[in-house]
């Protein structure tokens, strides 16, 4: 069973910078694809960033250029910067062990989230 927990969120300005953390217990078969997505009130769960068995990233244009995934052992990070309100959001980190996608469905494990609140 894979669990994870993330960390890191908070309340910053527009503009400001939060670094999210994930840490990944459990047996897994293979190198998992990693996500971070997010969901806010009202809205559906999007990514906000993966990264593959090969460290390739992807990232929807909402975010490219201002947010950073990375993996290092058993953690993965979601550096961002120039955070705007539109970011605030329940941030989630996913694991799967299929073909990497954007698609939230397509992951079967969960952390339990971690805010992230931007204000104006």
């Known amino acids: 069973q894979v669990q994870l927990a993330e960390s890191g969120g908070g309340s910053v300005q527009t503009g400001g910078s939060l670094r999210l953390s994930c840490a990944v217990v459990g047996y897994m078969p293979i190198t998992p694809c990693m996500g971070w997505f997010r969901q806010a009130p009202g809205k559906e769960r999007e990514a906000v960033a993966t990264i593959d068995s090969d460290g390739r990233t992807t990232y929807p244009g909402s975010v490219k250029g201002r947010f950073t995934i990375s993996q290092d052992n058993a953690k993965i990070y979601l550096q961002m910067n120039s955070l705007k309100p539109e970011d605030t959001a329940m941030y989630y980190c996913?694991?799967?062990?299929?073909?990497?996608?954007?698609?939230?469905?397509?992951?079967?494990?969960w952390g339990q989230g971690t805010q992230v609140t931007v204000s104006s």
């Open positions: 996913a694991a799967q062990f299929r073909l990497c996608s954007e698609n939230y469905f397509t992951f079967p494990y």
